[in-house]
């Protein structure tokens, strides 16, 4: 039997995380309530919080209690207009956020996008390129690439000119554990994968390709098909409907996300889940909106909680395995929506039925929906 009791380290973070994590932690409350699971949740400083409380972005403390933990789910951190006298390497994005990424090996980073049908209109796309709808589940790798490869080096030369190196590398295990997540999450979809590369310009391309390819002979049921990455940012403006699942290495990932985030509309919709290895019946990962901290509208009650609860039902599903409360959680804001509850970011004047609602309610209408 699996377990059903589960440690979670709630890390709300700055700006608007502390807001829309309440929500969160309001839902995953009623899916207590409901499912008969039980979270102990912990809630702890992270960001320019964390500084305040302890002098440190992510304090000790917080780093012991995510190690103890099954999962974190994380709002978001840092403050741009905060104490510039604080250097890049302690500031909460590198300090908070790329540590706990590497010190867990979050490897796969998820992000799913799907426009939601009676949200068409927040979609910068026209209606006749939105296509039968927008689903995409972008599957980037984390750990690797250009971002992390070394070595890096800024030299000098001649005339007061330097030259700045990275250096792109991926071996073939990191190709495959990233291809696997692709193709197992395309089985719980529509069955297919487009692997993104730049196999015409560089050898990485070409190892990608042939890595992905021979993985793709263990899944006969998933379609695959490779694309270049630039054909792929010009497919996602032009027929987004025929992505299902994008695998992609990081810095390809990194661009295509956020240029497939837009199709959704506000950030305020779009969760991500980063995850690292798996024990048993937990994978341990991280849960976090695809947005950061909303400093122009933080402490208003004005953002978007979904978000966050969308990553909570992440959390749900990929580190405890419980499809049932993930779907009920997703299918929660869903009749959010189509009954016309509306922060800031998604209402339109355009909609007569739509209610306009502050963070709070929005989460009390789909905690209640649980
Ligand atoms: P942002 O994502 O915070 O905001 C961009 C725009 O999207 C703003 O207009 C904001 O109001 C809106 N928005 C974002 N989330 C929303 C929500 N839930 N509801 C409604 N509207 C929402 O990006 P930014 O302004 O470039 O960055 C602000 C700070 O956040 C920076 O310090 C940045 O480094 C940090 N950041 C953190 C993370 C993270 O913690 N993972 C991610 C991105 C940015």
Same mark, same amino acid.
């Given at each position: 039997?699996? &377990? ?12 608007? =995380? ?11 409350? !009623? ?9 102990? #949740? ?8 964390? #500084? ?22 994380? =709002? ?6 905060? +104490? ?29 996008? &799907?426009?939601?049908?009676?949200? !068409? ?14 689903? #995409? ?20 030369? +001649? ?6 190196? *990275?250096?792109?590398?991926? /071996? ?6 990233? !291809? ?36 793709? &002979? ?36 990194? #661009? ?23 024990? =048993? *019946? ?9 947005? =950061? @901290?909303?400093? *122009? ?21 990929? /580190? ?17 929506? !189509?009954?016309?509850?509306? @922060? ?27």
């Amino acid at each position: 039997m699996s &377990k059903q009791s589960y440690t979670i380290a709630a890390l709300a973070g700055d700006g608007i =995380g502390p807001e829309v994590m309440r929500e969160a932690l309001k839902v995953l409350r !009623a899916v207590e309530a409901r499912f008969g699971v039980s979270f102990e #949740i912990v809630e702890a400083p992270v960001g320019w919080a964390g #500084i305040d409380a302890a002098g440190q972005a992510l304090p000790d403390a917080t780093f012991e209690l995510c190690r103890r933990s099954d999962a974190i789910l994380f =709002g978001s951190v840092g403050l741009p207009d905060r +104490d510039a006298s604080v250097p890049k390497q302690e500031r909460p994005e590198r300090a908070a956020l790329l540590r706990l990424r590497k010190q867990f090996r979050l490897y796969a980073n998820l992000r799913p996008v &799907k426009l939601l049908k009676d949200l !068409a209109h927040v979609c910068p796309l026209k209606p006749e390129r939105q296509g039968t709808g927008i689903d #995409i589940l972008v599957v980037r790798e984390l750990t690797g690439g250009v971002y992390f490869t070394n070595p890096k080096w800024t030299e000098e030369l +001649d005339g007061g000119h330097h030259r700045a190196v *990275d250096t792109m590398g991926y /071996s073939t295990p990191e190709i495959q554990r990233i !291809a696997h997540v692709a193709f197992q999450n395309a089985r719980l979809r529509r069955h297919k994968v487009t692997s993104i590369d730049k196999a015409n310009v560089l050898e990485n391309g070409v190892l990608w390709r042939q890595v992905v390819t021979e993985c793709a &002979k263990g899944y006969p049921d998933v379609a695959l098909d490779h694309m270049f990455v630039d054909n792929a940012a010009m497919q996602l403006m032009l027929k987004p409907s025929q992505f299902d699942v994008l695998l992609c290495e990081n810095m390809f990932g990194d #661009i295509l996300s956020d240029e497939a985030a837009a199709l959704a509309g506000s950030l305020g919709m779009l969760p991500s889940a980063s995850l690292g290895a798996s024990n =048993g *019946d937990v994978t341990f990962g991280l849960f976090e909106p695809a947005g =950061g @901290t909303a400093p *122009d509208i933080a402490g208003q009650n004005l953002a978007n909680p979904i978000a966050q609860i969308f990553s909570a039902a992440l959390m749900l599903r990929y /580190s405890f395995g419980l499809t049932a409360a993930a779907a009920a959680v997703e299918d929660a804001v869903v009749k959010a929506i !189509a009954a016309g509850f509306r @922060t800031g970011d998604i209402f339109s004047p355009t909609e007569p039925a739509a209610k306009r609602v502050g963070t709070s309610e929005m989460g009390d209408v789909i905690a209640a929906g649980v």
